[in-house]
């Protein structure tokens, strides 16, 4: 069964600065997608960024930038420039190709100091 | 606006009671999942929906259950028989279920908690 793996319950990062959440999965499949979750105190999920397995080039969505390591199964978040309203937990999540329902990670609490 | 709905925002239920969460969606999206939160862990899927009339169990769907008669509205119920309920419960829409992205949109969430 595949599982998804976040080592970090917290990380804290200066306003303005570049932190890196990290995710690691398990899987045998070839086919499939990763995707990082962003939770706000809201508690309203949304999504931040998504990334094919079969593509080479990492995903970018202005700030957030990932670092898909296939073999590795790693699949890291860089967030540049932080700023306070990125304050959330942030999960990571994997969906095979063949199926429709997503495998989550435990998150990760970010924390920006002004 | 399109989006999901969620009703009631905050639930209170007695023991050996039945209640019923609401999912309603307006983005003429196929799919319909139920998720559950806990703290310091990831969401669980108790069930989802690819189509009218159709839904398959999740990985924790003891305890609960869904209907799907309205594309627009999936309602879950929790059961007496689920014995620890309190969580927070997420509903979710997408296109479809297999889609290549499958982008899944989620609504504002219903804290449950029983007494």
């Known amino acids: 069964a595949q599982t998804v793996t976040q080592s970090q319950p917290e990380m804290s990062v200066q306003e303005a600065e570049t932190v890196t959440l990290s995710c690691t999965y398990d899987?045998?499949?070839?086919?499939?997608?990763l995707f990082w979750y962003k939770q706000p105190p809201s508690r309203q999920m949304i999504l931040v960024i998504r990334?094919?397995?079969?593509k080479q080039q990492n995903a970018t969505e202005n700030r957030f930038s990932v670092n898909f390591q296939k073999a590795a199964k790693s699949f890291s978040l860089k967030i540049s420039d932080s700023q306070l309203g990125d304050a959330a937990m942030y999960f990571c999540?994997?969906?095979?190709?063949?199926?429709?329902?997503?495998?989550w990670g435990a998150g990760t609490k970010l924390i920006i100091k002004p | 606006d399109g989006g999901i709905t969620q009703s009631p925002k905050y639930l209170f239920r007695k023991e050996g009671q039945n209640v019923t969460l609401s999912c309603e969606q307006n983005?003429?999206?196929?799919?319909m999942y139920w998720y559950r939160q806990d703290p310091g862990q990831g969401l669980r899927l108790i069930y989802y929906?690819?189509?009218?009339?159709?839904?398959q169990k999740g990985d924790i769907a003891e305890g609960y259950s869904v209907s799907r008669e309205k594309k627009e509205s999936f309602p879950l119920t929790v059961t007496s028989a689920q014995k620890n309920p309190t969580a927070f419960y997420l509903c979710?829409?997408?296109?479809?279920?297999?889609?290549?992205?499958?982008?899944?949109?989620f609504g504002p969430g219903t804290r449950l908690t029983v007494l």
């Open positions: 979710a829409s997408s296109i479809d279920g297999t889609g290549a992205y499958n982008e899944q949109f």
């Open positions: 983005l003429n999206h196929d799919a």
């Open positions: 929906s690819q189509i009218v009339n159709d839904f």
């Open positions: 899987t045998s499949e070839s086919d499939y997608y």
């Open positions: 990334q094919e397995a079969y």
């Open positions: 999540a994997y969906r095979s190709g063949s199926n429709y329902q997503l495998i």
